[in-house]
């Protein structure tokens, strides 16, 4: 059956031009900052901007953090899961997907409300208390993704003959889980990882009501305050997002598994 | 399917069952700190007094004119945003999946939908301030090549409309990424056996292929319903607080308690987690059904 394909790409040409239009005009935008002349005089404002450099290296840490914190805390879950206790995949796999269930504006407030500084644990108290929780706060916000690609990359290998083949040779479970999990899922830990920075770098939420100088809070004051650097501001966004993408798609060509 | 002889292949020491729950005890003693009991108490706290006493008031107060407001205006924009997208996303993976266009089209849109998807939040305002916005691309473009004064026909990029057209660029995106395992899942030999028995298009998306993917639309659309309910870096950054969406309202209740009563704030909380909980389980419970059809 010999179909027409003008509906076809009518929809890929519409779905290429809402996507690609507001990233030109974004560009363009960008570039107006001096009179008369396309200039790149609102990224050089912005990179020179010592409060970009600063929110943004804070949030490249916390990213960086999160991801640590986030496999160290995902990666042996799965795996003890995997080989010891199949029967708690449901529990757990539902555990994971409550981020995207309880809207990340009301997790933040409970974290408000329980760990403030009359609580238990006064985690907002100092600077530093606050800066792991927002950590913490954004391992919860990965873990739908970071567990999603784990397991799919724990499937993909022989847990059990690996680990038994690990321990005839008398290696111990941290032997087990740094020497031979974690180089043979390397590639899902790295998506994850992407991702995971993919959606902490820019966030806004979890960072302004902690009160913490990250890159979201910064980008929504510029946005308030000025006119061109904002449209800069997107599109450097918009390549740390490509980047990471990018990245997943090179570290995940060898998996061929789709992500999200 | 014969997963539970597992622990009994590999015995977990004398100690037995509860050496191998220690296994995961971090991972649950962190889903109980930072998820569970900071969403608890927010949700105990919805039914209590500000001295702790129980109380249905707070839900009751739920009802007054402005938070209504806030909850329905949210659920047009999601509802808005989650069905064009859906519709939209639908056609967009239909035609990569299934439209005969060049292979390169698949992995390509796939590409820019992981990215779209995830370019949302205060970017995303900036991006389309820049295109629609008074002084945008598209508003001069309009405006010089055709002569059509987007602002004067009462558009504003700060409305419902302005809102749901932003939201889009990401929602579109994730429909195609959650659809197109779907579409794949359409045998070829159904559409084939239908044409051999003289079914036309129409009528085999109409008997067949509309009845399989049905579960797949919906749970998609509940999916992306969700999805937007619970956004605020976007419509923050795009409308600062003159747009009364319920999490805008919940940002300024955290921000200075604007509802004069702590225990209210945790009952918007609590609406909002039970609107966007029903769409989710409504979305796995869609997903199991689909299933079926590729097995």
């Known amino acids: ?139 919860t916000l990965a873990l739908p993704y970071m567990y999603r690609s784990v397991d799919t990359g724990l499937r993909a290998i022989d847990v059990r003959t690996l680990t038994e083949a690990a321990e005839s040779l008398g290696a111990g479970w941290a032997t087990i889980l740094f020497k031979v999990i974690f180089p043979n899922i390397r590639s899902a830990i790295l998506s994850g990882s992407f991702l995971t920075f993919a959606i902490v770098i820019g966030e806004f939420t979890f960072a302004a009501l902690l009160d913490r100088p990250a890159f979201g809070p910064y980008l929504q004051l510029v946005g308030a305050n000025r006119a061109y650097e904002p449209a800069a501001l997107a599109i450097i966004a918009f390549v740390v997002t490509w980047a990471c993408m990018g990245l997943i798609q090179v570290f995940g060509a060898a998996r061929g598994t789709a992500q999200k | 399917m014969s997963e539970p002889t597992t622990a009994r292949l590999h015995p977990a020491g004398p100690t037995g069952l509860p050496w191998a729950w220690i296994g995961v005890a971090p991972f649950f003693l962190f889903a109980l700190l930072f998820l569970i009991l900071p969403t608890a108490f927010l949700v105990v706290g919805a039914f209590q007094t500000a001295d702790g006493a129980f109380t249905l008031q707070n839900l009751r107060d739920l009802g007054h004119p402005s938070i209504v407001a806030a909850y329905w205006i949210s659920i047009q924009i999601s509802a808005a945003s989650a069905l064009g997208g859906a519709v939209i996303g639908a056609f967009l993976a239909y035609a990569a999946v299934g439209g005969g266009l060049p292979a390169w089209i698949r992995p390509t849109l796939m590409t820019f939908s992981g990215v779209a998807s995830n370019f949302a939040g205060v970017p995303l305002a900036f991006a389309f301030l820049a295109t629609l916005g008074r002084t945008g691309l598209v508003t001069w473009a309009l405006a010089t090549w055709f002569g059509f004064n987007l602002y004067s026909t009462g558009f504003n990029l700060l409305s419902f409309l302005g809102l749901t057209l932003t939201y889009l660029y990401f929602q579109i995106p994730l429909m195609v990424l959650i659809l197109t395992p779907a579409l794949d899942g359409l045998k070829k030999e159904w559409r084939e056996a239908a044409s051999i028995l003289g079914a036309s298009t129409f009528q085999y998306w109409r008997r067949i292929g509309l009845p399989v993917l049905w579960p797949s639309l919906m749970g998609s659309t509940l999916l992306l319903f969700a999805n937007s309910f619970g956004a605020v870096a976007t419509a923050y950054a795009l409308t600062g607080s003159s747009l009364n969406i319920v999490t805008i309202l919940l940002y300024a209740q955290i921000r200075g308690d604007v509802l004069h009563n702590q225990n209210l704030g945790y009952a918007l909380a609590l609406g909002m987690i039970l609107i966007t909980g029903v769409s989710n389980i409504a979305y796995i419970w869609l997903r199991g059904r689909a299933e079926r059809w590729s097995r």
């Open chain 1, 1 to 139: 059956m010999k179909k027409s394909t003008f509906g076809p790409w009518l929809a890929v040409v519409l779905g290429a031009a809402y996507f690609l239009i507001p990233l030109i005009a974004t560009v363009e935008f960008s570039m107006r900052m001096k009179r008369g002349e396309y200039s790149f005089e609102a990224y050089r404002v912005v990179l020179g901007d010592p409060r970009f450099q600063a929110s943004f290296s804070y949030s490249v840490a916390l990213a960086l953090a999160t991801i640590v914190i986030g496999v160290l805390l995902v990666v042996p879950t799965a795996y003890w899961v995997q080989l010891r206790l199949p029967k708690l995949r449901p529990v757990v796999e539902f555990i994971t997907l409550l981020p995207l269930v309880i809207p990340a504006i009301v997790i933040v407030f409970g974290y408000l409300r329980i760990y403030n500084s009359e609580s238990w644990l006064p985690l907002t108290d100092s600077a530093r208390g606050t800066d792991l929780l927002l950590a913490f706060g954004y391992v």
